[in-house]
T-cell receptor, first 112, second 112 residues
Framework: GEKVEQHESTLSVREGDSAVINCTYT??????FPWYKQEAGKSLHFVID?????DRKQSQRLIVLLDKKAKRFSLHITATQPEDSAIYFC???????????FGSGTQLTVMP | EAAVTQSPRNKVAVTGGKVTLSCNQT?????MYWYRQDTGHGLRLIHY???????EKGDIPDGYKASRPSQENFSLILELATPSQTSVYFC???????????FGSGTRLLVI
């Protein structure tokens, strides 16, 4: 089955800098790649997604890149703010099953 | 407002006892999922369902059963709880057409 590896378990950046979180997946049939944010003690909230028919998507300060050949996708947070501090999860799903398989999470800390 | 509601929020159970975690969604989504979250593992899929009456095994189904009696309700059942099942459990609903997954607030389970 699908496996998603999230490469950075922790990431610290200075306020205003960019943060990049990288994930890889194994199933070539995966076609949907969402990202979720989890603040301490809370549930997961959707932040942005990308489908396999595009290689870049932007929503305000968030950019997602998808490299299907390398089976790699990444989340770029530009102009980081302290409120961006949280755990970020990448996930992948195939159009055949729509099971979301998650990476292990990245604890992002934005330092003032 | 469409939502996913889990109950209870917190549960303490004794080893060998039966535990039922409940999930209700008002999103009218066909698909529902149960995950557990443990540090270092991210979210791991336990069981999922494509609709009323259906349950499917996820990546870590051993020790768990699931029940989907209706579109709105999806339960996770631990027939004989063990301390290794101490975790935070999240329910989610998703719509294959819209790729829109919504998570509940989580249930924190402690098995002693």
């Amino acid at each position: 089955g699908e496996k998603v590896e999230q490469h950075e378990s922790t990431l610290s950046v200075r306020e205003g800098d960019s943060a990049v979180i990288n994930c890889t997946y194994t199933d070539t049939a995966s076609s949907y790649f969402p990202w979720y944010k989890q603040e301490a003690g809370k549930s997961l909230h959707f932040v942005i997604d990308i489908r396999s028919n595009v290689d870049r998507k932007q929503s305000q300060r968030l950019i997602v890149l998808l490299d299907k050949k390398a089976k790699r996708f990444s989340l770029h947070i530009t102009a980081t703010q302290p409120e961006d501090s949280a755990i970020y999860f990448c996930a992948a799903a195939s159009s055949g099953s729509w099971q979301l398989i998650f990476g292990s999470g990245t604890q992002l800390t934005v330092m003032p | 407002e469409a939502a996913v509601t889990q109950s209870p929020r917190n549960k303490v159970a004794v080893t060998g006892g039966k535990v039922t975690l409940s999930c209700n969604q008002t999103n009218n989504h066909n698909n529902m999922y149960w995950y557990r979250q443990d540090t270092g593992h991210g979210l791991r899929l336990i069981h999922y369902s494509y609709g009323a009456g259906s349950t499917e095994k996820g990546d870590i189904p051993d020790g768990y059963k699931a029940s989907r009696p209706s579109q709105e309700n999806f339960s996770l059942i631990l027939e004989l709880a063990t301390p290794s099942q101490t975790s935070v459990y999240f329910c989610a609903s998703g719509d294959r057409a819209n790729s829109d997954y919504t998570f509940g607030s989580g249930t924190r389970l402690l098995v002693i």
